[in-house]
DNA sequence: GCAGAAATCTGTAACGTTACAGATGCTTGC
DNA sequence: GCAAGCATCTGTAACGTTACAGATTTCTGC
């Protein structure tokens, strides 16, 4: 029962122990120290290199994988990825390609998803705040991105590796993915008036998003270029119920002076707007066209004649996650800031003043 | 630097050490030692009742969350459940839908949420065996179950919990959550046949999955109840593109004995479907009925027309995790499975013999 | 031949937690 | 007075990993 006698009885290693192989399995296969397969699994420098070899053959043959919770407690590396979401946001799930989209990242690497959720009706500060104080993942991808947006502060004043989907514009330079709305916003308006139209109305995300302001600044531009009137319809947002908005549009649509086109920001507002337009007894493509964003390629379905915009974010969740994980390894700067056009994605070329964001259209 | 010479030196913890309190932490403030820490907070019978309330509160104060890596690897709990998810599935996004109701189950709990994707062009098997093999959560969700599910006996044999959306015919009792589909599609003729329609086309899920059965077996039990035909229409499913349920049904609507009522089991599907009867130049309400399930409410805005039921994904989610939890919990039985109607959740009673399950109707 | 460097390997300790097997002191019974 | 029992509390070890500070051996220069 005492110590195997072997002269060279150092570096033996205690028990296999049946079970998922860790490293001390390894260890007692190859007759090395626990340390050196460690060290021999990561390709350090101080390690032969036919041992790295044979330790490496070991490890793959028995299917070794690290312990994520050894690690974790070892090193403070969670390994982990948490996507902090909006329970009460997005209908018609832009939300699932989103995901999709980060996983297709992650899945070359050693990290996980984790799905943090809040209700809009708590502080937003609070999902941010518990990963950030129990260190429950290396790095947070936000979104509904504020202007001046205090969870941007806080993971910034703390050095929490994040990124955000959408910008801010609070001097601060930090990773971000984002659609650029302003070209959305002017082109959007450029197809309107090719169509003839004239009084136009915007259907915008909410105030306090910072795509809010792209958005409205592309659309004004638009108008100020074709000398074209805005529409005033700014009591309601994307982010309002499908019956607020139909309600609202055909209130509007009943106007003697009522606007001939329409830019909305969201599918499935478009089609509470279509509802809307409707309901007043008017036709989309006929009466009023119709420029809309959207997710998933079903507007085309619903009328024909709806002019679309695809945002594709399953490229987002790509670019999120890409974003955090040049975080995570200390990088910043333009790297890790990108635009997506409706044609792909571009680097984020010189940090512009907020208001008048790449003003060059997409082509 | 010697230990210091107090005579109750026995019971004093080393170091305050700043940072996140852990039980060390604890135990320093409170005198005691981390093991009667440990236990005090999680209220054991040998610890004096005073000393549990000082210690909680204390824990309250300092703000103690207890270090999940520690947690998980003395106990290999890792407090982790994990949705395994295809990322090909299901556009208009009822996944979100499913991960905000797993949340809302979640978030009262110590419990994370972990999405594992897969792609369909890969082998189902293969995340689940990562997370069984890697112990990386404590049980799993799977959807796309399968009457006879590998997934599903391999994480039986292997005794890991994990619950289903949707129901095997395995001879297994696990755990699952399930829409009542034999009862959508039984409903659904119902409803055709009461508004005159007569020659009745199903849109269904793909053949392999469980709940094409169901609904199969609901929709022909329909049909035989009214003495009305079928149309067939499988060479199509609801996973088949837009483009390609769309031609197909042009395609069919352009015979002479075309069928005047659809079921369909999907929202998205059930657009491609209309675009593809109005290409034949009919009309929704008027040369054809539509019964068809939703989960976001949004088909009755496309066609006022279309006849719809309500799937509820939320609550599907929020079952699913009741699920898995009373899984790891080491239930088993009729309280870990239930099915859903339009109407509401009930439990799964009597476990009847696959092909024709719970026949009575909602009311 | 030998000091010293280089190359390669090693054990120990620690991360935070909990299972386990005691300690300690106080009652109780007789 | 004291054994036995009870109520409370305790330290040690271990989970799997890696940083650190050596060990050991071999190679080099002179």
Do not use: W
Not at 103 to 108: C, F, G, N, R
Not at 278 to 300: M, P, R, Y
Not at 316 to 343: D, F, K, N, Y
């Amino acid at each position: 029962m005492g110590k195997s006698t072997t002269e060279r009885d150092q570096g033996a290693v205690a028990a296999p122990e049946a079970g998922r192989p860790t490293l001390k399995t390894i260890a007692f296969m190859t007759g090395l120290g626990v340390t050196t397969v460690s060290r021999a699994l990561k390709d350090a420098p101080e390690i032969g290199e036919e041992t790295k070899k044979r330790v490496q053959l070991v490890a793959r043959q028995v299917g070794y994988r690290p312990n994520r919770a050894g690690v974790r407690l070892r090193t403070g590396k969670t390994n982990v990825i948490s996507l902090v979401l909006n329970t009460e946001d997005q209908i018609m799930g832009f939300v699932s390609d989103i995901i999709y989209g980060i996983s297709e990242t992650l899945a070359e690497t050693p990290y996980h998803l984790i799905v943090t959720p809040y209700s809009s009706k708590k502080d937003p500060m609070e999902p941010v705040r518990y990963v950030v104080e129990t260190g429950s993942a290396d790095g947070i991808i936000i979104s509904r991105t504020q202007p001046d947006d205090p969870r941007v502060r806080y993971m910034t004043e703390r050095g929490f590796p994040f990124a955000t989907h959408g910008r801010t514009h609070m001097g601060l330079d930090h990773p971000f993915h984002d659609f650029d709305n302003y070209v959305f916003g002017i082109e959007a308006v450029r197809r309107l008036v090719s169509l003839g139209r004239s009084r136009l109305a915007l259907l915008a995300p909410p105030s306090t998003l910072s795509y809010h302001h792209h958005t409205v600044n592309g659309f004004a531009d638009g108008l100020s270029e074709a000398s074209v009137t805005e529409f005033p319809h700014n009591t309601i947002s994307i982010d309002d119920s499908i019956e607020h908005i139909r309600a609202r549009t055909t209130q509007v649509m009943r106007r003697a002076n009522r606007p001939d086109g329409f830019v909305s920001s969201a599918g499935a507002a478009t089609l509470a707007l279509v509802a809307g337009i409707e309901d007043a007894g008017l036709a989309v493509g006929k009466d009023v066209d119709i420029v809309s964003k959207q997710s998933s390629k079903l507007l085309h379905l619903f009328r024909p004649a709806i002019q679309v915009v695809n945002e594709d974010f399953r490229l987002a969740g790509r670019e999120l996650a890409r974003c955090v994980l040049g975080s995570i390894a200390g990088q910043t700067g333009p790297a890790l800031q990108s635009l997506s056009r409706p044609s792909g994605v571009e680097a984020y070329e010189e940090p512009v003043s907020f208001g008048t964001p790449t003003p060059q259209a997409a082509e």
